[in-house]
């Protein structure tokens, strides 16, 4: 059974920075993309970023400069280093896992979903 789990959430003043990671229990992990998600309150879930198994990357507009996406093939988890962080990154982070190439910012894409960590940015 595939298992995602993401760490490292927590709490961080504005301006500070905060790294939440994804362990996935994927044989073939390497030929994944594998993208984070957000929810926060009262919202839909959206786009955050994303690695395809080339090593391309796609950012969300409100995070392109601020946050950078990476991954560990010989560890099976990928990282979201986030920097700048302001109070409206407060949400709930989901960790992805997908074979898609295309479409990535889309939900229906990935077939493998973490719990979510919280990352809440205080003012």
């Known amino acids: 059974q595939v298992q995602v789990v993401e760490s490292g959430g927590g709490l961080v003043q504005a301006g500070g920075s905060l790294r939440v990671s994804c362990a996935a229990s994927?044989?073939?992990?390497?030929?994944?993309?594998m993208g984070w998600f957000r929810q926060a309150p009262g919202k839909e879930r959206e786009f955050v970023a994303a690695i395809r198994w080339t090593g391309g990357t796609s950012y969300a507009d409100s995070v392109k400069g601020r946050f950078t996406i990476s991954r560990d093939n010989a560890k099976n988890t990928v990282n979201l280093q986030m920097n700048s962080l302001k109070p409206e990154d407060t949400a709930v982070y989901y960790c992805?896992?997908?074979?898609?190439?295309?479409?990535?910012?889309?939900?229906?894409?990935?077939?493998?979903w973490g719990q979510g960590t919280q990352v809440t940015v205080s003012s």
């Open positions: 992805a896992a997908g074979r898609t190439m295309s479409q990535v910012t889309t939900m229906a894409r990935y077939d493998y």
């Open positions: 994927l044989g073939t992990f390497s030929s994944y993309t």
